[in-house]
């Protein structure tokens, strides 16, 4: 399985400003995933970033608020612009992983946003 | 589109087995995830069912039919650190590509 390495692990900031969190994976992966954890619910998909275009945004999600970049297969950045305090929740990123006798998602330890 | 369903909450004893239910309407469906997930970390896998029929791993057993759109978590031998949540997330797959979408969650708690 993958290992990815996600930073920062949690910031606190001031409405108004941004923060990018990246995630960086131990091998080549084709899509990369971010989602948002809002406090006590589950995961909902924000966007897929495939190496060399676009993210692909879900709905209610906006590129304009969440930047996202994917240089190549080993990296990712999600930005959340512009913050107001709904924006406080947990991003995390996540990985497909697919070998001949494997196929999965792993998730990076996650980033928690407060702001304030 | 996406539609998931699994109890919000469930009780269990320590020693006992415990099923949490989920039910779900996917379009592109092309399989179903079972993750653990502790407070204040990251979900972890727990089993993927592609096929109709029952996994098992150990402890933990997962179930799908996907004519009904119904899967199963079955933990067994419950310990205290069973309790987490136990997210439900099937695959779909849409634009060319697989993308997990999840359900709510079940928050297990595991008593004594």
């Known amino acids: 399985s993958a290992v990815i390495s996600q930073k920062p692990s949690r910031d606190i900031c001031q409405r108004g400003t941004s923060l990018t969190i990246q995630c960086q994976v131990d091998?080549?992966?084709?899509?990369m995933f971010w989602y948002r954890q809002q406090p006590g619910q589950s995961l909902t998909l924000i966007a897929t970033a495939n190496q060399g275009s676009e993210a692909t945004y879900e709905s209610g999600f906006v590129i304009d608020k969440f930047p996202i970049s994917r240089p190549n297969l080993t990296f990712s950045t999600l930005t959340v612009s512009n913050m107001s305090p709904e924006d406080s929740s947990i991003y995390l990123c996540s990985v497909e992983l697919k070998t001949a006798i494997n196929y999965g998602y792993t998730f990076g330890s996650g980033t928690r946003l407060t702001v304030v | 589109g996406q539609n998931i369903d699994q109890p919000t909450e469930m009780t269990a004893t320590e020693g006992a087995i415990v099923q949490i239910n989920c039910t779900y309407q996917t379009s592109g469906f092309n399989g179903l995830f079972w993750y653990q997930q502790h407070a204040g970390e990251a979900p972890t896998f727990l089993s993927y069912?592609?096929?109709?029929g029952l996994e098992e791993k150990g402890r933990f057993s997962s179930f799908l039919s996907r004519s009904k759109g119904y899967s199963y978590l079955l933990l067994k031998e419950l310990q205290m650190k069973d309790s987490a949540s136990y997210l439900c997330a099937p695959s779909a797959f849409s634009g060319g590509y697989n993308k997990l979408i999840f359900g709510a969650g079940t928050r297990l708690a595991v008593h004594p």
């Open positions: 091998s080549q992966v084709t899509m």
């Open positions: 069912n592609v096929l109709d």
